[in-house]
């Protein structure tokens, strides 16, 4: 008999526990990848939406935890051109709102002299009238979740505004958010003359001691502010931060769940098998080779289980993403190196989940053993 053929008789005898071991694991490794792939696709639409604007440093206010709750003076951006090495300024104002339909929606206001409006590529309708307060623009994704087109009106905070045109962009954080002219914005939300973040397009971007050279002078100049490279901005944000730590931990509890599962399972393969292992050990297996047997076990529960994992965490991601509550928010990207490290832990954990069950099977004395039924 093949040593691979004894873990999985053994795993055989008993199909149903088996199986909900695997299960449990499944679902703790599944869970890992769906939390953690939440955090990291939410970090990933946020900073798409500021590549698709060539956004080279976001200006928000320092020790704000929540950056929606922010506002900075408006006229802070006429100071900030003056800045040598500061290309253009675009003020933005965000919100968050709930539409009558219960979905969530991102808004956005800009000035009509912004640069962010020539970075939309328009597909149906025009920019709005800026001397208009009734006039917006729908991300493609919104306009397709709200049902909107050029023409139709779309209630904002119990007030009706005509969509004047549809953009589609790479980014869905930017195609599920509905645009305004700054100042209609402002008066919306009742915040005159504020903005909650500035985009600054900045000259020799590609050169990092310049860029550090002007977010140090900008620094000095501006000790309110904050002036972040577009892609750290996930790293340096608070909210962003607590969402990704939350991930990992409550991860890390689904897994360690799952290795006392494991634990578990062996535990009583173990206590069921003393005279299977007896006989091995009295036609001369060794105390490693039975330790390894037990050991694969486990190796095989975490295999079968991290696979099954995988699939269902990258495929509960993908329909989180598809909900109406989180269309816009959410950009999913399972790598390869992600699902493969993951399994690879859950396949130790396997390996360690069957050193206490293992060390138990070669402490049973063989003539004992041989006495059990």
Request: proline share 3%; glycine share 8%; hydrophobic share 45%.
């Amino acid at each position: 008999m093949r040593f691979i053929s004894i873990p999985v008789l053994s795993l055989g005898r008993r199909p149903m526990r088996t199986v909900l071991t695997v299960i449990g694991i499944a679902v703790a490794v599944g869970s890992f990848i769906a939390l953690v792939g939440m955090s990291r696709a939410l970090e990933k639409a946020w900073v798409n939406s500021l590549d698709d604007r060539g956004t080279h440093l976001l200006v928000t206010r320092k020790g704000v935890v929540e950056l929606l709750t922010a506002s900075i003076k408006e006229d802070i951006g006429e100071q900030l051109q003056d800045i040598r090495g500061v290309r253009a300024v675009a003020g933005e104002l965000v919100d968050l709102v709930t539409l009558k339909s219960g979905q969530a929606v991102l808004i956005t206001g800009w000035s009509p002299e912004s640069y962010l409006w020539q970075t939309l590529n328009i597909v149906r309708g025009n920019l709005p009238d800026f001397n208009s307060s009734e006039e917006v623009m729908l991300g493609q994704a919104c306009s397709e979740s709200l049902g909107k087109e050029v023409g139709d009106t779309v209630l904002v905070r119990d007030k009706e505004f005509i969509v004047s045109g549809v953009f589609r962009e790479s980014g869905v954080m930017t195609n599920g958010t509905i645009v305004f002219p700054l100042n209609v914005m402002q008066d919306m939300i009742e915040k005159p003359e504020t903005v909650t973040v500035f985009n600054l397009l900045i000259d020799h971007p590609d050169q990092p001691l310049k860029v550090e050279a002007l977010r140090n002078d900008l620094g000095e100049a501006f000790e309110d502010l904050l002036f972040t490279e577009t892609d750290q901005i996930a790293e340096s944000n608070h909210m962003m931060q607590l969402f990704r730590a939350m991930a990992w931990g409550t991860s890390t509890i689904a897994l360690v769940i799952a290795l006392v599962v494991i634990v578990n399972t062996l535990l009583m393969t173990v206590s069921e098998q003393k005279r299977q292992i007896g006989i091995l050990s009295a036609v001369g297996w060794s105390s490693e080779r039975i330790l390894a047997v037990v050991i694969t076990e486990g190796f095989l529960l975490a295999l079968f289980g991290s696979i099954a994992g995988s699939v269902l965490g990258i495929y509960g991601l993908h329909y989180l993403a598809s909900m109406p509550q989180m269309q816009g928010f959410l950009q999913p990207e399972i790598t390869l190196r992600m699902v493969l490290e993951v399994c690879g832990a859950t396949c130790v954990l396997g390996i360690l989940g069957g050193l206490y069950p293992a060390l138990r099977a070669i402490r049973i004395n063989t003539v004992d053993a041989l006495r059990y039924e």
